[in-house]
T-cell receptor, first 108, second 115 residues
Framework: AQRVTQPEKLLSVFKGAPVELKCNYS??????LFWYVQYSRQRLQLLLRHISRESIKGFTADLNKGETSFHLKKPFAQEEDSAMYYCALYNQGGKLIFGQGTELSVKP | DTAVSQTPKYLVTQMGNDKSIKCEQN?????MYWYKQDSKKFLKIMFSYNNKELIINETVPNRFSPKSPDKAHLNLHINSLELGDSAVYFCASSSYSGSGTDTQYFGPGTRLTVL
């Protein structure tokens, strides 16, 4: 079964602390994975994708095929990082399969 | 210069009514999608159209009927609304190349409340 799991519904950290949002996937083929972010009162937007191996707003995510994970990390969280984060898997049938989402709250 | 727009932003209606949500994109994309975000913020695809043709239909009740008059528009019509239809509906668009690397651009969402 193709599935994306984000085990944490809510993650609360203090400003300046490291943050890791967990994402595990189940997919038989070669996965294409993404992180999308939804800031308060804004639309969902792409944060980063694993094939680009990029760092956006200080966030990085490494695909670990052995652990079937694609965790999102940032060494020093900022208050403006508070948002809903979705991990997503592209299915070769043309679908984006989203995880349940993790709400990140960064406290001052 | 909004990329993906949806109307209305909020929709409150009674059970049993029929309603439509409109979506338009000015990005020149040939693929458009409808997603449903439930009260627990779970986001799931409903439909996808490529060049006005349906390519994904995710076991959605046939009360939901998408219509694509042209590749820049994908409307969602819902018949006989039920309480469980209350959710936020997002439209999205992307270029189509069969690759997941084509970023999907989302609309602002339509919050539907069925009373």
């Amino acid at each position: 079964a193709q599935r994306v799991t984000q085990p944490e519904k809510l993650l609360s950290v203090f400003k300046g602390a490291p943050v890791e949002l967990k994402c595990n996937y189940s997919y038989s083929g070669s996965p294409e994975l993404f992180w999308y972010v939804q800031y308060s009162r804004q639309r969902l937007q792409l944060l980063l994708r694993h094939i680009s191996r990029e760092s956006i707003k200080g966030f990085t995510a490494d695909l670990n095929k052995g652990e079937t994970s694609f965790h999102l990390k940032k060494p020093f969280a900022q208050e403006e990082d508070s948002a809903m984060y979705y991990c997503a898997l592209y299915n070769q049938g043309g679908k984006l399969i989203f995880g349940q989402g993790t709400e990140l709250s960064v406290k001052p | 210069d909004t990329a993906v727009s949806q109307t209305p932003k909020y929709l409150v209606t009674q059970m049993g009514n029929d309603k439509s949500i409109k979506c338009e994109q000015n990005l020149g994309h040939d693929t458009m999608y409808w997603y449903k975000q439930d009260s627990k913020k779970f986001l799931k695809i409903m439909f996808s159209y490529n060049n006005k043709e349906l390519i994904i239909n995710e076991t959605v009740p046939n009360r939901f009927s998408p219509k694509s008059p042209d590749k820049a528009h994908l409307n969602l019509h819902i018949n006989s609304l039920e309480l469980g239809d209350s959710a936020v509906y997002f439209c999205a668009s992307s270029s189509y190349s069969g690759s997941g690397t084509d970023t999907q651009y989302f609309g602002p969402g339509t919050r539907l409340t069925v009373l």
